[in-house]
């Protein structure tokens, strides 16, 4: 029953930590979006494409930003999982 617990936590600490690493890059790319889109609007251009640049250069800069951070998150992460499997593996 332990063991079970243990894991269940386990998943929850994973769906948190997919969240934080996934957030600063998918928020980016809403806000420049919806920028663009409105940009688009007013002006009536309707090019698909004009979104994909932008994006693509803010999504660089937060990796370059937060990249480590992410990166330290993760690998905090992977530590816990490899404690969790020698805990359990015993």
């Given amino acids: 029953m332990e063991d079970t617990a243990s894991l269940l936590a386990l998943a929850d600490r994973m769906l948190w930590v997919t969240a934080l690493v996934a957030a600063p890059i998918l928020l ?4 420049v979006g ?9 002006t009536s251009v309707n090019e698909q494409t004009l979104t994909f640049v932008p994006k693509l250069a803010v999504i660089a800069l937060v ?3 937060l990249g ?12 816990e999982i490899f ?7 015993r």
């Fill in 28 to 31: 980016a790319s809403l806000a």
């Fill in 83 to 89: 404690a969790q499997i020698a805990v359990i593996g």
């Fill in 68 to 79: 480590g951070a992410m990166l330290g998150l993760v690998g905090d992460f992977m530590k």
């Fill in 63 to 65: 990796l370059v930003l």
């Fill in 34 to 42: 919806l920028v663009v889109g409105v940009i688009q609007a007013a």
